[in-house]
Structure formats: structure tokens, C-alpha cells
């Protein structure tokens, strides 16, 4: 798989894997992310909505004038029925009832790796809004960010050859006062964004009300995307 495509298997396969897995573990907070004052952008993905169509990944392309094979990010389709099994729910070997997806995109980590490792500062957080983002300007293209990333989830842009992530449109939609492309497009209400550290947000009262998960929370890189799981029903 080339730089310009998300490795999302390494990312489904990434989610409960040790510590081993990257060096740069158990980072300590050195941002002043931290202070309630600041704002802290988190994004929702709630799997319990979400259909798969694809609208937020295509959204997102368009908004941040990606080009044509390269993505931010994926949806990345999951089952817990072992194959030949019969479907509880409709009795066939192959169906479609089960539509179990994840999101696959930067994590926007409070304690972000890639910002640790970048020796020209290119992978910086922006000031104003704590983003992780890319000045693309200064990044010398030598893939420390990719390498240190424990998602995966990094890529360089084959036009620019600078490094790049999902920083919620920062540069885009964010710098017109609008949503995040993805949120805009979901019809299904499957993404939610905001300011966490504004109680009176929708996604502050979100979290506080939902049972919520994070990929890799064992390695201190405290993520800002946050996933509302499919749970199983009780027998």
C-alpha cells in the first residue's frame, strides 16, 4: 500500500495492540491544551448510525482539494459473525444486516507523536484552536510523523509531497466558521463535532451522557475522536 492511501488494516489491527508497537509511549502533556480556557476540538463518530454510504469521505476530499486516491479518511467495515454462520436475524449465510463500520482518520491527539518527532515543527498544533495540523511550508517530507504515528494514519500527499492528517478542516471549512466536511455531509447524524471544554456544547452533554470509547487510550496520546460503540443485546 503507497503513502497516499490510509493503511486501515493497520489501524483495525492496531486497536488493543501493547505497548510494544511504538516508541514514543505514555508521552507526558507538554501543550497547554490542558487549560479549560483553551478550546479542545472532539469529534463523535457514532457507529450506531452510521450506514457506511461513504458521503463523509467523499465530502472531505472535495472540501480540502485532495487528489484523486488520496484520503483523510475511511470507513472501515466490521463483523463479529464468523463466515458461514446463519444470520440470527434473517436466517441466510450471506446478508447484509449487519452494517458495523469505524471510522479510520487522525485521532487528533492531545499527546501527538507526531508533533514530538517532527524536527522542523512542521507537525504543530494550532495555536488558536490546539489542532494538530501541517505547515506545509517547513515540512521536509522525512515521514518522522508517519513513522511515529500509532494509527496509522498519516500520509504524504503525492501533489505537494508534504505529510498530512485530518485536522477537522481547519484550514477549510473551520476558517469560515463552518463544520468540518464530514459532519456537514452525514445525513444519518453519525458525526458530531464541538469545543469539549464548553460545557454547554452538544458534544460536551454527548459525552457526558454517552458511554464512549478511544483507540489506544494505554498510550497516553489522549485522542480527541471518540467512538459510541454497536453493543451486543443480551441473550
Not at 457506511?52 to 465530502?59: E, L, S, Y
Request: aromatic share 6%; hydrophobic share 30%.
Amino acid at each position: 500500500m503507497n503513502n497516499s492511501t490510509l493503511n486501515r488494516r493497520g489501524f483495525i489491527k492496531s486497536v488493543g495492540v501493547g505497548g510494544a508497537a511504538l516508541t514514543v509511549v505514555g508521552c507526558s502533556s507538554n501543550n497547554d491544551t490542558a487549560d479549560t480556557d483553551k478550546p479542545h476540538y472532539v469529534m463523535v463518530f457514532d457507529q450506531t448510525k452510521c450506514v457506511g454510504c461513504g458521503r463523509c469521505k467523499d465530502a472531505c476530499n472535495k472540501v480540502n482539494f485532495l487528489p484523486e486516491g488520496m484520503a483523510r479518511l475511511d470507513l472501515e467495515r466490521q463483523t463479529d459473525r464468523v463466515e458461514g454462520e446463519v444470520c440470527p436475524k434473517c436466517g441466510k449465510t450471506e446478508c447484509n444486516c449487519e452494517r458495523k463500520y469505524v471510522r479510520v482518520s487522525c485521532q487528533q491527539c492531545q499527546n501527538a507523536p507526531c508533533v514530538m518527532v517532527c524536527p522542523t515543527g512542521a507537525a504543530h498544533r494550532d495555536e488558536e484552536t490546539g489542532i494538530v495540523t501541517m505547515n506545509p511550508d517547513t515540512c521536509a517530507g522525512c515521514k518522522y510523523c508517519i513513522t511515529a504515528c500509532p494509527y496509522n494514519v498519516r500520509q504524504i500527499n503525492p501533489d505537494t509531497k508534504v505529510a498530512d492528517n485530518c485536522d477537522f478542516c481547519l484550514h477549510t471549512n473551520l476558517a469560515k466558521g463552518e463544520l468540518p466536511g464530514c459532519v456537514q455531509e452525514c445525513k444519518f447524524g453519525a458525526l458530531k463535532f464541538g469545543n469539549a471544554n464548553d460545557k454547554s456544547s452538544y458534544v460536551s452533554k454527548l459525552l457526558a451522557a454517552k458511554n464512549t470509547e478511544r483507540v489506544k487510550e494505554h498510550f497516553g496520546t489522549d485522542p480527541s475522536l471518540y467512538y459510541i460503540a454497536i453493543t451486543k443485546e443480551e441473550i
